[in-house]
């Protein structure tokens, strides 16, 4: 409670500052947990809404294409809390292509499940700490790119966040190392927000990133990369042997986040 008021104060204060002005109705204090914008924000993190559970829950199968459209937008809302959601939503955002005709067929039947499945059980994102280091791990398939967000808040690292996109076509030509480092800038990128000012540790299975710095002979676009990682973060590389526990912890993080970190 004490620690409450005094963010209060410094909250209030900093309105002051810049003369902003709350509207006193739309205002809850001294709460447990709050909901906002989907999410419900508390002491232990942040979730989704219950609403958009039960929602997700009760969401037939889309018939058409605007339906599909309709449902991949609130997955994409959502997606910070979707591990490997590129991965998982491929047979769904294949129909969204030109020319393409709706099928729905059990590849898309299987994917919507798994997204279903995922959001009707999402896990609880920890609200970053801008004072305490962060971890990044990445990973790079042939077709798409994955990252999670982690911080050590003293009871073991903490998924913060998750980040997952497909690759573009020219991407999907680079090779594995070019992946690997595409998912390393995209993912700090992404949550540039959080690791700008922050001392950042890189955990990856591609072990020649490692030695990213000294490498010689980089590509144009290698060293275009390297130049937005040194120029604006404070970060280390470090290898993880092993991809399938990388792929795993990526893709089903609460069975093997721990083995990964841990070694």
């Not at 009760?58 to 590129?86: C, K, T």
């Not at 609200?127 to 050590?152: G, K, M, N, Y």
Request: charged share 25%.
């Amino acid at each position: 409670m004490e620690q409450h008021l005094k963010d209060l104060e410094q909250v209030f204060r900093r309105l002051q500052e810049n003369r902003l002005i709350t509207k006193g109705s739309k205002c809850e204090f001294l709460k447990s947990e709050l909901g906002f914008s989907g999410h419900v924000v508390g002491a232990d993190g942040i979730k989704i809404d219950p609403k958009k559970i039960t929602a997700i829950r009760d969401w037939r199968p889309p018939m058409n294409l605007q339906e599909l459209q309709s449902f991949l937008g609130f997955v994409n809302y959502v997606r910070r809390f979707i591990p490997n959601m590129a991965g998982i939503t491929g047979p769904l955002t294949d129909l969204l292509r030109k020319g393409t005709l709706f099928e729905w067929g059990e590849r898309q039947q299987t994917a919507f499940d798994e997204l279903r499945n995922s959001l009707t059980s999402p896990p609880v994102l920890r609200i970053a700490d801008p004072s305490r280091p962060f971890e990044v791990l990445t990973d790079a398939s042939d077709f798409a790119i994955d990252a999670i967000l982690l911080q050590d808040f003293g009871d073991g690292l903490q998924p913060i966040a998750y980040e997952s996109r497909k690759l573009q076509a020219a991407e999907r030509n680079y090779p594995v190392h070019d992946k690997e480092m595409l998912a390393i800038v995209h993912a700090f990128k992404v949550w540039r927000c959080y690791l700008t000012e922050a001392d950042v540790t890189v955990r990856t299975d591609h072990k020649s990133l490692q030695y990213l710095r000294a490498q010689p002979n980089l590509n144009p676009r290698q060293i275009r990369w390297l130049d937005f990682l040194e120029s604006n973060f404070h970060y280390t590389i470090t290898y993880k042997r092993g991809a399938n526990n990388i792929a795993d912890a990526l893709t089903r993080p609460s069975a093997h986040l721990a083995s990964i970190i841990g070694n």
